[in-house]
Antibody, heavy 119, light 106 residues
Framework: QVQLVESGGGVVQPGRSLRLSCAAS????????MHWVRQAPGKGLEWVAI????????AYADSVKGRFTVSRDNSKNTLYLQVNSLGAEDTAVYYC????????????WGQGTLVTVSS | EVVLTQSPATLSLSPGERATLSCRAS??????LAWYQQKPGQAPRLLIY???KRATGIPARFSGSGSGTDFTLTISSLEPEDFAVYYC????????FGPGTKVDIK
């Protein structure tokens, strides 16, 4: 069965960085695009980034462009999100999700990893 | 940016009742719209995509309709496990989500 397991979240000071990971199993990772979506505590969902199956296509929400970098290692079945220059507005649960219908939707989601930006 | 508006914010119903949730887009998104269900402490679950297609394993009591700017998610007869928050999401212009509709027990 499809499994996505995020890790790397935690409490971080404003301006610092983190690298989030998402370990995938149960499907051929290298043939699927992947997404990052975040959810601030008690709030709605916000799309963060998408990466194509081979890493050649990447796109970001305006709110994170220039600060976040999505990447993947298909040999390790792992997706990454490098998050830099963190601010309080980046506090959220970060979900990785598998692409469905060529970039349009997400059909499987991980359980999320919480990033808390606080001094 | 396409802004999605969902109504009502909260829908209080009893098991067995019909639920009708609305999602309106600030500009046409054609049929590029999905609905997700999210329960507390869980990740979202894809229910409907392309406005009206049920995702794999989704019960037939869930149905979607609409195109352009106005969309509806209908749950024909609420089961206890259907009480949750429902989000719409458009894929016509980047990807944005609506603010959600909470379906709670009356």
């Amino acid at each position: 069965q499809v499994q996505l397991v995020e890790s790397g979240g935690g409490v971080v000071q404003p301006g610092r960085s983190l690298r989030l990971s998402c370990a995938a199993s149960g499907f051929t990772f290298s043939t699927y695009g992947m997404h990052w979506v975040r959810q601030a505590p008690g709030k709605g969902l916000e799309w963060v980034a998408i990466i194509g199956h081979d890493g050649s296509y990447k796109a970001y929400a305006d709110s994170v462009k220039g600060r976040f970098t999505v990447s993947r290692d298909n040999s390790k079945n792992t997706l990454y999100l490098q998050v830099n220059s963190l601010g309080a507005e980046d506090t959220a649960v970060y979900y990785c999700a598998r692409d469905f219908e060529t970039g349009k939707y997400c059909d499987y989601w991980g359980q999320g990893t919480l990033v808390t930006v606080s001094s | 940016e396409v802004v999605l508006t969902q109504s009502p914010a909260t829908l209080s119903l009893s098991p067995g009742e019909r639920a009708t949730l609305s999602c309106r887009a600030s500009q046409s998104v054609s049929s590029c719209l999905a609905w997700y269900q999210q329960k507390p402490g869980q990740a979202p679950r894809l229910l409907i995509y392309d406005a009206s297609k049920r995702a794999t394993g989704i019960p037939a009591r869930f149905s979607g309709s609409g195109s352009g700017t106005d969309f509806t998610l209908t749950i024909s007869s609420l089961e206890p496990e259907d009480f949750a928050v429902y989000y719409c999401q458009q894929c016509s212009n980047w990807r944005t989500f609506g603010p959600g509709t909470k379906v709670d027990i009356k």
